[in-house]
């Protein structure tokens, strides 16, 4: 290995080399590190984790720390500014046309794949990183507020106008997790494996985008771990679209009890679920899971648009929100980023008449994927399972997936809970295992008591037959 390295030992403060580069070209480097980095490094002492593991990780966990905020460039800002300008002048015609955004089960492999490649080649240009500082610094304006469901909206569809840059026959997929809320723990989900997310545990280490950078290292994911987390159910949905004005389905509200109908609250609870980069907003943008996830955020939303217009005959596209505390969150007031733009025009009707609209995801009994399954006990499209030693509707999966793909140790980000959103309902990722196994035992127990009615049905068929036969001899 290199040279020894000349360290001097402080009290509070202490230095740490890092050797840099190949094998061959070493160069040693020594940087001042806060005492809670040393100890880290020496944690690999007391975890069954490789040194070099720790050492990224712990280093890692310094850079987070001390990262400078990614701010736009004049470039960036000018860029933004334009696209928005581009729906001002012709709000009905879309640069490239209308699309229909589909669940991202629901498309084909080659579809999937076209995706996929176009996502690689947004990072690989850098389109993704402007976007991605893009959120960074709108966040901390958009939140809590009307403007969040507006500048998502906005957000996902202009980064749907680069997909379609690149191949004009796809749109962006949504991730309906809902669906996932569904399966016995949605950490066993289907789409945690490499055809689809890649891995939920740690740094990207499966599937087509494997190995993605943020600003603040790889790219990571801690799903099932956070106690402020939770997946939207359907009867949350149905909850929200019980209300009829926006301003009962966003930020501020009166009391607490009040966020229960609040979509940001929720999509919070899918973000914070799936974790990792995705709970930092500095970061979040730079996994292709935030753009789908928000897009079955903004597809909820949606849905309680047409009930709003079907039920409470109001018009979405008029109801922005009198907001009291905002600063740049009124209705007039300009997007952030999108400074063409006044906030309230995220809710004009425009964009699902003109820009995109979604297909709905699909029912039982026919789930219309293979990658979902019926469960007729509760009548709903369930996703399956991606653990194949226990697998949940007589799926045989072809993937082989392992059961747990093996992650780099990540440090542990204790974050709290800056985007406020549910508990946890107890389905984490230290119990998937077990959930996974007692869904395939009530499974077996229920076909084996269908199988015992048959059977004793059968019986009965055959004692009546007989019996009708000897009363007719
Ligand atoms: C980024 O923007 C913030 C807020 O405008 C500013 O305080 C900071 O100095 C900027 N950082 C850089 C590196 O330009
Ligand atoms: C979405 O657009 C397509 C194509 O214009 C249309 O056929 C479909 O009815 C629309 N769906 C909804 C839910 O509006």
């Given at each position: 290995m290199g040279r020894t390295c000349q360290c001097f030992t402080w009290t509070l403060l202490l230095t740490v080399c890092i050797l840099i580069g190949k094998i061959s070209t070493q160069t040693d480097v020594c940087v001042r590190v806060p005492r809670k980095t040393t100890d880290c490094l020496l944690s690999h002492k007391y975890n069954p984790v490789p040194r070099d593991s720790v050492t990224a990780s712990c280093l890692q966990e310094l850079v987070w720390e001390y990262s400078a905020?990614?701010?736009?460039?004049?470039?960036?800002?000018?860029?933004?500014?334009?696209?928005?300008?581009?729906?001002?002048?012709?709000?009905s015609v879309p640069l490239s046309g209308f699309r229909q955004r589909h669940e991202y089960r629901q498309l084909s492999t080659l579809e999937r794949g076209k995706i996929h490649r176009a996502f690689q080649i947004l990072y690989d240009e850098g389109t993704i990183h402007r976007y991605g500082k893009l959120y960074g610094q709108a966040y901390s304006?958009?939140?809590?507020?009307?403007?969040?469901?507006?500048?998502?909206?906005?957000?996902?569809?202009?980064?749907e106008e680069e997909l379609r840059r690149v191949d004009d026959t796809i749109s962006l997929p949504y991730w309906d997790y809902t669906v996932d809320f569904q399966t016995d723990n949605p950490v066993n989900s289907l789409v945690w494996s490499d055809i689809f997310f890649g891995n939920g545990n740690g740094r990207l280490s499966i599937g087509d985008f494997r190995e993605w950078m943020s600003p603040k290292g790889p790219v990571q994911r801690r799903y099932?771990?956070?106690?402020?987390?939770?997946?939207?159910?359907?009867?949350?949905?149905?909850a929200i679209v019980s209300k009829c004005n926006s301003a009962d389905v966003t930020y501020p509200v009166?009391?607490?009890?009040?966020?229960?109908?609040?979509?940001?609250?929720?999509?919070?609870?899918?973000?914070?679920?799936?974790?990792?980069?995705?709970?930092?907003?500095?970061?979040?943008?730079?996994?292709?899971?935030?753009?789908?996830?928000?897009?079955c955020t903004d597809h909820i939303w949606e849905v309680y648009r047409h009930v709003q217009r079907a039920s409470c005959n109001k018009n979405p596209s008029m109801d922005y929100p009198a907001e009291?505390?905002?600063?740049?969150?009124?209705?007039?007031?300009?997007?952030?980023?999108?400074?063409?733009?006044?906030?309230?025009?995220?809710?004009?009707?425009?964009?699902?008449?003109?820009?995109?609209?979604?297909?709905?995801?699909?029912?039982?009994?026919d789930c219309k994927s293979?990658?979902?399954?019926?469960?007729?006990?509760?009548?709903r499209c369930v996703g399956h399972s991606r653990r194949t030693d226990y697998n949940v509707g007589g799926y045989s999966a072809p993937l082989n997936e392992p059961f747990e793909p093996v992650a780099d140790y990540v440090p542990h980000r204790v974050d709290l809970p800056a985007h406020p959103s549910p508990f946890n309902d107890g389905r984490t990722m230290a119990t998937a295992k077990r959930d996974a196994k007692?869904?395939?035992?009530?499974?077996?127990?229920?076909a084996a008591a269908a199988a015992a009615a048959a059977n004793a049905a059968g019986e009965r068929l055959m004692v009546l037959n007989a019996l009708s036969q000897s009363s007719s001899d």
């Open positions: 905020p990614q701010n736009l460039s004049d470039f960036d800002k000018d860029y933004f500014k334009r696209l928005s300008g581009q729906f001002l002048q012709r709000p304006t958009i939140r809590h507020s009307p403007a969040f469901l507006s500048f998502n909206r906005v957000f996902l569809t202009f980064f099932g771990e956070s106690n402020y987390a939770q997946l939207m159910s359907r009867e949350t949905v149905a009166k009391n607490e009890a009040d966020e229960a109908f609040v979509i940001e609250y929720h999509h919070n609870g899918a973000i914070n679920w799936v974790g990792g980069s995705l709970s930092d907003a500095t970061t979040a943008a730079y996994d292709p899971v935030f753009y789908m996830l928000s897009a009291s505390d905002g600063i740049s969150r009124g209705a007039f007031e300009r997007m952030i980023g999108f400074s063409d733009l006044a906030n309230a025009l995220g809710y004009s009707n425009y964009w699902t008449s003109y820009w995109y609209n979604y297909t709905l995801a699909s029912a039982c009994p293979e990658y979902l399954w019926c469960d007729r006990s509760i009548n007692l869904a395939v035992e009530k499974q077996i127990a229920a």
